[in-house]
Nanobody, 129 residues
Framework: QVQLVESGGGLVQAGGSLRLSCAAS????????MGWFRQAPGKEREFVAA????????YFVDSVKGRFTISRDNAKNTVYLQMNSLKPEDTAVYYC??????????????????????WGQGTQVTVSS
């Protein structure tokens, strides 16, 4: 069982930056692919970014490429989402998720919510114009 706790959300002006953190419990964090999703009011949950278990590969939805980065520290059981040049359309609740093997090693599935076994409670990000 893995528990995920997000932090770092808040209110920021357009063009600003935020860094989200997701702390995971358990000893097997390094075996999981980690993803970030977001959900705006009235919209479906959307893939944002994912990182492979080793941290060697990262994936992003087109709308955040060049603005967001994802990283992980397996020694600290934590994954990060650095968000720069934020736009009002980035406003959403952001969720951290963990994908266990074998999905963890299939990058083609990283953008699918059903590939993930554990989810955090979410953290609100609001970008004002």
């Amino acid at each position: 069982q893995v528990q995920l706790v997000e932090s770092g959300g808040g209110l920021v002006q357009a063009g600003g930056s935020l860094r989200l953190s997701c702390a995971a419990s358990g000893r097997t964090f390094r075996r999981y692919a980690m993803g970030w999703f977001r959900q705006a009011p009235g919209k479906e949950r959307e893939f944002v970014a994912a990182i492979s278990p080793s941290g060697g590969s990262a994936y992003f939805v087109d709308s955040v490429k060049g603005r967001f980065t994802i990283s992980r520290d397996n020694a600290k059981n934590t994954v990060y989402l650095q968000m720069n040049s934020l736009k009002p359309e980035d406003t959403a609740v952001y969720y951290c998720a963990a994908a266990a093997p074998p999905s963890a090693y299939d990058s083609a599935t990283y953008n699918r919510p059903r590939s993930y076994d554990y989810w955090g409670q979410g953290t609100q990000v609001t970008v004002s114009s």
